[in-house]
Every structure is written in C-alpha cells, then in structure tokens.
C-alpha cells in the first residue's frame, strides 16, 4: 500500500537494487576476464609439475630425485616392497646363486590367484554345470581358453618351481643356523602347493581329474588306523562310510560332494593358509639375516669354534 | 620303436611339465656343481695357505677395493626382479597360446581309465604302489618324506657349507638329498609318466602300449623261500628280518660316521644320530625293496594278519 502512495519513491528504490545488481554482475564478468584467466594459467603451470599436487603428494611421500635417500625411502615407504631392507649385500643379487625360484614361486601364485579368482566367474562347483563350464569357458567365453591354459601350466611351474627353491635352499646350506624354522614354513608351503595342484585337479570335472583324484585318494583308505583298509582299521570299526577317506570326499566315492569340497579347499581353504605361511616366510626371511649369501667360505678348522659373541673374544 | 607312441606320450599336455623338468633339473645341477667345485678350490687354496685365509679373500669372486659393500635394493635387486616377471609371463604366455589344457571326456565312475595316474607330481607314490602295500606307499612314505625334510636341519650338525655352494665339505647331506630328490622322486615320477602303461606294466620307451598284454608272474613272499608256513612263523620271521635291517644298517651308519666322519658323529647327540640313521636307511629301504621285487620276484617280507610290509 504504502508503495502505491509514493510511486516515486517506489520506483527509486526499484532502480537502486537493479543498479547494484547490474553493477555487481559487472563487476563479477571483470572478475572473471581477469582472476580466473590468471589463476587458471597459474594453476595449469602447476599442473606441468603434478608432484607438486596434494594428491601426488599424499600418495607419494618423498622426492624422486636420484639421491641414495630417495632410492631408499622408494623401498621403505612401500608397502609391496617393504619386505626388502633398503640395501643388501653386493652379492646377494647374484641369481646364479639364488637362481630367483622363491621370488618366481611367489610370482606364479599372483598369476594363478588373478587367473583363478577370473575362472572362479565362470565355473559353478556341481556336478551337473561343472564339465559343461569348462567347454563354455574353452569355447564361448572371450579368452577363455587361453585363461585356463595360464592357470594350468602355471600351476606346473609353481610346482617345478617350488622343488628347484628347496633344491637351491638345501644345497646352499640355507636351512642351517638360523634358518631352521624357516625351512620347516618351506616344507609345509611345498606341502601346500602341492595339495593346492591337486584339489585344482579335479575341477574340470573330467577323466583325467577323475581318476586321477580316485587313485589318490583310493590311498587314504589304507591309513593306518583311520582307514577301513589300513591297518588296525576294521578293529576300530572303521568302514567306507566313516573313515578319512569318506571325510576328505564327503561321501565313499568321489562325486558331487568331493567336487564341492575340493572346489572350496582349493578356491578358499588352501590359499588362505598358504598365504599366512607365505607371509611368515618372507618375514622370516628378513628377521634370519636375509638372503643366506653367497657367504664367505668356512674352513674346518674353524667350524667348532665360534666366530662372533663372548667366546669367541674370550680365547 | 613305437615312435608315434613315445611321441604320444611325451606330448601329452600335462606330461609337457616333465619333459622341461629334465633339462631344467640337467641345468640347475651343472648350475651347482660349477659354483661348487670353484668353491671348494678356493677352499682347498685357504687351508693351505693360513695367511691367505686370514684376509678377506672368502668368496670366489672376491671383494675389491673400491667397491661399494652394499648396494640399493631399488634399483640393482628390484630391476632382476622384474625383468624375472616378465620373463616367466612371456614363457607363461607363449605356452599357453601354443598349448592346450588338457580336458578328456566328462567323469565317469564306469569307465575306468587305464592307466589311472595320479597327477604327475605324485607318480612318484603312485609307483611305490607297486612295492608297497597302500598303507606305505600312499600315507606312511608321504608322512616319512615330509617329517623327513622338516627334521633335516635339526640333525645336520654340520656348520660348514652355510650359505654357499660346496661338495667337499657336506658329501653325505648333499649324496643323500641328491639321491632322495634326484633317483627317488625325480626319477620315479619320469618312470610313473613315461614307462607305465596299461595296467601299470613296464614299457620301454618306444613299447607299444598293449592293453592286452598279460605277464605271467609269480611273486613270492619271503618266509616262503625260507620255508615258513605258519602265520606265527611268518610274523615273527619278517619282524626279524625289518628289526635286523635296522640294527644291521644302523650299525654300518654308525660304522660309517665314526670312520669317515668323526667330527659330525661328535657333534651329533644320540637322539639326533639314531634319528637321522631311522630315517636314512628307511630311505634306502625304498630301492632294497624295489631290487628284491624286480630281481628275485618277492612280494612282501613281513606278513602279518594286519599288514604286511
């Protein structure tokens, strides 16, 4: 009301709210020719150096500059690659003396855990899909075949590899003083591998694994004790349908149960514990001293005399 | 020669692994052995020479003046490990573009397979079966090789050959291991693979393999030879003959040691030395058997109404 009485003074505070406006906008449209033209190069030059960006350095802790300190922290301040000390003995990256069959173990178990968990989309553990899976995978599926292929003979080499590890091992003398328990994680690991190998075997669902997992678990019937063909079986009333074997199949015959089980002691058990061991390894192999060498030769007569400690500075 | 069955046989997918495991084991071996003989030289050259042996001079490729002791994990160690992973993923790869998986005709309980092998890695157990009962070869032996192998570096008292190559100075540990890995293991599975065929029979290489082949052979027991009839007989008999063994062979180990390796035998406390003897000879027991069953056709020596051995 008050407004239809002093049209003029209506209209006056009307023109003086647009004035701001406009000359607000027209200030803002400067603003933008000149600030964001200014602090966009400024913030493109900075993007020639992106380690100089919060996000490259909140991933990357330090400088990558070729200094001895930097090639350290690269190692220390990585989480994959922490396991390595910073620096090692000149000699210890020889591979003829390692021939790397840890390192190139470790590396196949990746390959078949990626390749594995990639199968595990295609492959449903029964008997009625399981054979039919692995056709569609061989023949429909896009890489599929080469995808099996990797993961079969993948498995060979990490097979082969684990034997030339613990051959290497043993003939360097690794497994002695202090490496003892370490050696003891590496046959329960060889152990492993191989179980691993063989719960895979029986997947494909075909003859070959089928008989093949017949043969050898036809042995766990003959345990002794807990076998219904091993000795001193039938005396503790063992029978076909309660002995170790009917345990490790889930059944007297290997069918849709000792699929299942092989598929989930293979696809879940096995690698789970095999990884805790593989972990304890490495570590140990880092808290024992490292790589076992090439060391210094020993000659016999110093073998029984100690060489560092209290005694040896005492005579 | 069947040259189309060895071809057969040796390009089978999965026995692939094992005919690239010889010339990969051939390799290793000649690998060890050369770091091994120019270890023990230089062995030889410090002990007789003590003021030699009081410098630095300790490694074949000895430390020079002027050389960094340590060098940097990132990059000497890391870039041999990566080039090592993409060695082995190009290997991977081009083997698993020009070889296929194998995959037979879908599982079934009625259709036996013959030969029915285990896979390739346990060939080696599955040809034990032959000359042990499945109670040995299938759970005993497997059990025996794994304590076995974790006992190893309780009883080798030997300090010397620590970290680096050497014959000289571990010959038994390294006979006894080669011989368990290379003849026993190794062996047996190339044997399972490639000499078994149907009916878990001997073939030579290049045999054709005769699924009607039949051999005539009687095995005979031990006690039989000897005469023994009565199951009595038979059980004391055999104990006698796997306790002797024992004794005998523990004797000759002990014999052994205390001539040719006295100071090992000295370091080694009874229970460790009876330890490594049980385990050594039982180890040898595996080829005896193999020699009594090939040679003289005799199936078991020990007969008991629970097992026989």
């Given amino acids: 009301m008050a407004d239809e009485i002093n049209p003029n003074g209506k209209n006056g505070n009307k023109v003086g709210v647009l004035e701001k406006v406009t000359a607000g906008v027209k200030e803002d449209i400067q603003a933008l020719k000149t600030d964001i033209p200014a602090k966009a190069k400024e913030q493109i030059e900075g993007l020639k150096d992106p380690t100089k960006t919060q996000v490259y350095t909140s991933i990357f802790r330090h400088k990558h500059d070729d200094t001895p300190r930097n090639r350290a922290l690269g190692v220390l301040s990585n989480v994959f690659l922490h396991l390595h000390p910073a620096k090692i003995n000149r000699d210890a990256v020889r591979y003829s003396y390692t021939w790397g069959m840890g390192g190139i173990t470790f590396y196949l178990f990746i390959i078949l855990t990626y390749t594995g968990v990639l199968l595990m989309f295609y492959y449903h553990p029964s008997k009625v899909q399981a054979f039919r899976d692995v056709l569609y995978l061989e023949h429909d599926v896009p890489f599929g075949k080469i995808l099996r292929n990797m993961h079969r003979w993948a498995a060979h080499l990490m097979v082969i590899g684990v034997w030339l590890h613990m051959f290497r091992v043993f003939l360097t003398g690794s497994y002695k003083k202090p490496r003892e328990f370490n050696w003891n994680i590496g046959v329960l690991l060889l152990v492993f591998t191989l179980l691993l190998s063989f719960t895979g075997y029986l997947l494909p669902d075909d003859q070959l694994g089928f008989w093949a997992v017949t043969v050898g678990t036809n042995m766990a019937r003959a345990t002794p004790l807990l076998g219904h063909e091993g000795p001193f079986g039938s005396v503790l009333g063992m029978t076909p349908y309660n002995d170790v074997r009917f345990g490790l199949l889930g059944g007297s015959i290997v069918d849709a149960n000792a699929l299942l089980r092989s598929y989930i002691w293979h696809c879940i058990g096995i690698p789970i514990v095999a990884s805790v061991l593989m972990m304890v390894h490495f570590w140990r192999v880092r808290k024992d001293g490292g790589i076992s060498g090439p060391a210094p030769v020993m000659l016999a007569a110093e073998a029984d005399k100690p060489r560092r400690g209290p005694k040896a500075a005492g005579e | ?309």
């Avoid at chain 2, 010339?23 to 060890?32: C, E, G, N, R, V």
């Avoid at chain 2, 045999?207 to 039989?224: C, G, M």
């Avoid at chain 2, 385990?279 to 040679?295: D, V």
């Fill in chain 2, 1 to 309: 020669m069947d040259w189309r069955q060895l071809w057969e046989i040796c390009s089978a997918p999965d026995n692939v692994p094992i005919v690239g495991l010889i010339p990969l084991l051939a390799f290793y071996i000649y690998l060890a052995v050369k770091q091994a003989r120019a270890n023990d030289v230089l062995i030889e050259q410090l002990e007789g020479d003590a003021a030699l042996a009081k410098t630095h001079h300790r490694k074949t490729w000895p430390f020079k003046p002027g050389w960094q002791k340590e060098v940097h994990v990132w990059p000497f160690l890391l870039r041999i490990e990566f080039l090592a992973a993409i060695i082995v993923t190009i290997i991977l790869m081009v083997w698993s573009i020009t070889l296929n998986a194998p995959l037979e005709e879908p599982a079934n309980p009625n259709l036996t397979m013959n030969p029915a092998k285990a896979p390739w890695y346990f060939l080696g157990l599955q040809e034990m079966l032959v000359y042990f009962d499945p109670w040995i070869a299938g759970v005993v032996m497997p059990t025996m090789i794994i304590i076995g192998l974790m006992v190893i570096p309780y009883i080798d008292t030997n300090p010397l050959g620590s970290g680096y190559y050497t014959w000289k100075q571990r010959k038994f540990s390294i006979s006894t291991f080669l011989f368990g890995f290379v003849i026993l293991w190794v062996a047996m599975i190339i044997i399972g693979t490639f000499i078994r065929g149907p009916g878990w029979q001997w073939f030579w290489p290049g045999q054709t393999w005769d699924h009607n082949r039949l051999i005539y052979e009687v095995n005979r027991d031990l006690p039989d030879i000897f005469g023994i009839t009565s199951n009595i007989g038979k059980g004391i008999f055999g104990a006698i003959m796997v306790g002797g063994f024992y004794l005998v062979g523990g004797g000759a180990v002990y014999s052994l040691f205390r001539r040719k390796m006295p100071k090992d035998f000295q370091r080694m406390s009874l229970l460790q030395f009876s330890l490594m003897a049980f385990l050594w000879l039982t180890m040898i027991a595996l080829p005896l058997k193999m020699a009594l069953r090939l040679l003289w056709h005799i199936k078991y020596v020990w007969i008991t109404p629970w097992f026989n051995v």
